[in-house]
């Protein structure tokens, strides 16, 4: 089996995702914020967990997925390699027989 770097293309499309996510996360924060009436302590803690829901939903909407750049097949979680803290996330295409390395890693936690 062979081994190869992802494109590029998916690495900036996927950050690309990331960031528009974060900047709907942001306007939904500063529309609430800047809103007139005084709301309570339990308002701000449900706005701020509707935004992270937001943020959520706007990045898996947003989030391209992994297609093998030889065959176009899309890859999905059953062609995932990597999934401990610190691996680097692959894809394996099993009709070309290439493992496509995305340049992401499983994120510590």
């Known amino acids: ?20 996510s974060g900047l709907a996360l942001m306007a939904v924060c500063v529309v609430f914020f800047f809103s007139p ?10 706005v701020l967990g509707g935004c ?4 959520l939903l706007a990045f898996r909407w947003s989030a391209p997925p ?30 070309c027989d290439i493992e496509w390395d995305t340049g992401f890693h499983v994120p510590d936690g």
Do not use: H
């Open 66 to 95: 992994f297609k093998c750049p030889g065959c176009g097949r899309v890859l999905r979680r059953a062609n995932r390699k990597g999934f401990d803290e610190g691996e680097p996330i692959r894809f394996v295409c099993k009709g």
């Open 1 to 20: 089996m062979q081994r190869r770097p992802a494109p590029a293309s998916f690495r900036r499309k996927t950050l690309l995702a990331f960031e528009l």
């Open 37 to 46: 009436p005084p709301w309570p302590i339990w308002g701000y803690g449900l």
């Open 52 to 55: 992270f829901v937001v943020f």
